[in-house]
């Protein structure tokens, strides 16, 4: 039986284990090539090292060592440790008597694979019942690297380890989503949008889809919903699938989006019909104007010809009024 309730059991040999465990730190790796719990098993019987748990990357974790005695993980510290380590090694000699170790599957040689959704939410979630546990600190929390800085620089390479101690020290309350970052003030999507203030800790707080991308930068709006102008003024950010809004008087919230969606979408029929309306009248004003513009005065090559005309029977009448009868 598993120590873990999300975890399978496939003990190592008790030879590969130590008698106690201190449970001082957590230490997180990565597997650099064995991409299943199985392959890290067979890893462990080959060569005889073990931790305590491996994380897979369909989220499936196997429990290889109890977590009341020590595995073979941790054990040595080259030059250039964390001094976090120092009196840890002062007082056990093996770091294997003070840590609970975890692997993660990763099929790259190089550990650069990121986590998937599952792996992380597994991980995240067996790291904060470890802390939680033994009443290890989010700041007792480390990477192999911190022992190993040479031989394990990447170990546990590509991991979200800002995010999981964020994530311990909120009491799993906050989750940064999967291939996103967050620096403690702005929570960046993959598309380069951030996400900040209130809106941020939404996101952090509620399990948020990581597909769910913010289109742009919050922003201040005079009316958030035309469908529901009673709510008035506040901030928005727009997302691929959801929209937060935000007002003085209710704080965050999470907007009807398909309510809107629907009353715009009406708006859009109506402005397009009233917007064709208006052009046929400015057409018709147009050809109206058109026709004013046109010349009625009087042509002046026809006012000249008359003239002439006029002069020829004048001088006929001039003639036929001096001519005798
Ligand atoms: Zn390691």
New binding site residues.
Partial sequence: MADYPGAIDHNVPRSFMFNSNAHAAIVI??TGGDATPEAIYNTFIASGNSVHYGVGTDGTIWQYVPESLGAG?NCCVEVGYDSFWQPYLSQYGNLNLCTLSI?HCDGSLTNSTPLTSAQQEASFKLVLYLANKYHIAPDHIKP?SSLDPIS?AH??GAYPFTDLINYVQNGGGSMTPVGWHDDGTTLTAPNGVGVRLGFRDYVLSHNWDFMNWPLAIEQGVTLLEASNPGLGGGDQQVFRWAMLGYTQLRGVFVEWLGVELATVRQQAITYHDLSKQLQAEVDSLKQQLATTQQPTGIDPTTVKDRLTAIGLAADTIHLLVTQPL
């Fill in positions: 790796h990565k993980g692997e192999h394990r170990c546990p």
